[in-house]
C-alpha cells in the first residue's frame, strides 16, 4: 500500500507560514483563520449540510450504549474502525476531492480519507481524546477544516497541565501534526450559548497494512 509521499507537513500557503507554527512543546500545530474565502465556506457548508450522508451512530460510554452526540460521515478510500464499530467509507465527491486538493496544496501532505461532523447545537460536542487509531500510524498529520458556526477546541498536555484553545470558526484549518497525538488530547466542549451548526472534516491518512 502507497504511503504519503510526505509524512512531515509543509505550508505552501502564504497564510501558512510556519512561523505561524503555534507555540506549543512536544506538538506540531498549525493554524489558518479564514483560509477559505468566506463565500467558499458558504458554499461547501451549504451543500456539505444538505449531501454529505449523515448518520448518528451508537457509542458505549461507561458502559451504556447512547448515541453518538453529534452526526458523522465518513468518504475516503478506506473503512474505519472506531470504538468498536466499523464504517464503511462512501466514495469521494467532487466537492470533496475539490477540498482534499486545497488542503493538500495548503500543508503539502496527503489524506486517503475524511470523517465528517456535524455539531447541530451547542448540546453536540466531542470528549477529551487522542486521535491515536492504530491505522493512522505514529505521528500522523490530521487537517481539519470548520464550516458554519464557531466553536471552541481545546488542548491539554496531561502529563504537563497544559492548556491550549482555539476558535474554530468558518472557513479555518488546523493542523496537527508530529508529536501532536502521542502528548495532547483535545476536545470540543458543549456550550449554553445559542449556536448553529457547525460541520468539521478532519483529513487523515490511513495505513491499511497497520488495519490487519
Ligand atoms: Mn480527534
Not at 46 to 62: D, N, V, Y
Amino acid at each position: 500500500m502507497a504511503r504519503p509521499p510526505q509524512q512531515q507537513c509543509f505550508f505552501t500557503d502564504t497564510t501558512f507560514d510556519p512561523q505561524q507554527g503555534v507555540a506549543m512543546p512536544q506538538a506540531d500545530v498549525y493554524w489558518s483563520p479564514n483560509w477559505l474565502a468566506s463565500n467558499q465556506a458558504d458554499a461547501f457548508f451549504t451543500s456539505l449540510r444538505e449531501q454529505a450522508a449523515w448518520q448518528q451512530l451508537p457509542i458505549s460510554m461507561f458502559g451504556r450504549t447512547v448515541m453518538q452526540p453529534r452526526l458523522l460521515a465518513w468518504y475516503g478510500d478506506h473503512a474505519y474502525t472506531y470504538s468498536g464499530l466499523t464504517l464503511s467509507p462512501r466514495p469521494w465527491t467532487s466537492e470533496l476531492l475539490d477540498l482534499k486538493a486545497r488542503v493538500e496544496a495548503a500543508t503539502h501532505a496527503r489524506f486517503n480519507t475524511v470523517l465528517l461532523n456535524l455539531y447541530r447545537d451547542g448540546s453536540d460536542y466531542m470528549g477529551w481524546h487522542r486521535d491515536d487509531e492504530l491505522e493512522l500510524g505514529k505521528q500522523p498529520t490530521i487537517a481539519s477544516v470548520s464550516l458554519g458556526a464557531s466553536r471552541r477546541f481545546l488542548f491539554r498536555h496531561p502529563k504537563r497541565q497544559l492548556k491550549r484553545e482555539f476558535l474554530l470558526d468558518h472557513g479555518s484549518l488546523l493542523v496537527m501534526a508530529g508529536e501532536t497525538q502521542t502528548h495532547w488530547q483535545h476536545s470540543v466542549p458543549k456550550t449554553q450559548k445559542p449556536l448553529g451548526e457547525r460541520i468539521n472534516l478532519t483529513f487523515r491518512w490511513l495505513n491499511s497494512e497497520e488495519a490487519k
